[in-house]
């Protein structure tokens, strides 16, 4: 969920100092009336981490050589609807693709194209207003620390996330009042929480009937109150080849389904190995959570994945992360003994935060592997 990456504000006379003005992605509507004249929409990196790309200005791009571009499985949902035959052959694409790839996209599924766009619209405005103006951002009633750029203390570039975002936490947006101003944004992200979260439902349970485990979480916990929207804007990196946008990582929801544009950058570990994901701005891609990895006893894989940071264009993406109430039980179920010992999913939480803290980086899944494993 990506919920870590949190940077601790650097000091306010060296914000100040930025005025880079932001690259556009053409395909974007690059309308800069929310920027104004001598603020840049850009978070301050390059004087907050002038430390770490002095020193090791090559040891990113050695970890980033040239990887395979791949396409993901496809999946078309139309099928569901079809003869019997149809469904039960699309069903079990849905959970190969989920154990051998943790990763794969879908056409055709119920969520409109016009909420989609909306919501891009929207998104692409509130991420091109000013650095200092999104800091401070409150028209939404937004838990303090939504808005969040960079990494938590870094010690190297590998740790380094050249990306900012809304984490935005959706009881803090549904049912609730907000002014005049955001009522476009709201009701975009609304509408398209409400779409996506249909589809992430769907996804969830096929996964769940195809490991023969009959349930009621997704249909009855994975409420839109209890998941989490986020928006993520990757500006350029022209003067750092080979930049992470987003450091590797695994999700922890127990699905993520995310919108994103044709700029690509998302890559993948498949057999050991890093891949590049080929963008299809038609379809949406989903994968796999570290709940659903650890509900599902390692059936369905949960897979690290990162994003590098384009020279030229601006990179927008939005994930919607199915998440149950943090009092929920997660126990391993499948074939075979139970790889994970039972947790809560707020114990899940609050185990990453201790671990970033201490570690600097989330350890997940593998702090709660039973002794035998």
Known sequence: MENHILLQEPQTSLLKATSSATACNSDCCPNQADVRMGESADPPFEIAYKHLLEKAADSV???????????????DMQQLGL????????KKLIAQASQEWGFFQVINHEAPRDVLEN??????????????????????NLSDGTYRWGAPLPTSLKQLSWSEAFHVRLSDILDSRHSHSTIHLRSSMEQFVFAICQVAKELAEILAEEMSRETDLFAEACLPESCYLRLNRYPPCPNYSH??????????????????????GLQLVKDGKWIAVKPNPGALIINIGDLFQAWSNNLYKSVEHRVVANPVKER????????????TVIESGGVGGAVYRTFSFGEYKKQIEVDVKNVGQKVGLPRFLLPTH
Do not use: W
């Open 119 to 140: 919501m891009r619209s929207e998104q692409v405005k509130l991420m091109r207003k000013p650095f200092q103006e999104k800091k401070a951002y409150r028209d939404l």
């Open 83 to 90: 003869g019997e035959a149809e469904r039960q052959e699309c």
């Open 316 to 327: 927008f993406s939005t994930a919607y992360f199915l998440c149950p109430p943090t009092e």
């Open 61 to 75: 791009q050695n970890s980033l050589l040239v990887v395979e571009e791949c396409e993901l499985p496809l999946i």
């Open 243 to 264: 930049m992470m946008g987003l450091m590797p990582h695994t999700d922890t929801s127990f699905l993520t389904v995310l919108h994103q544009d044709n700029v690509g």
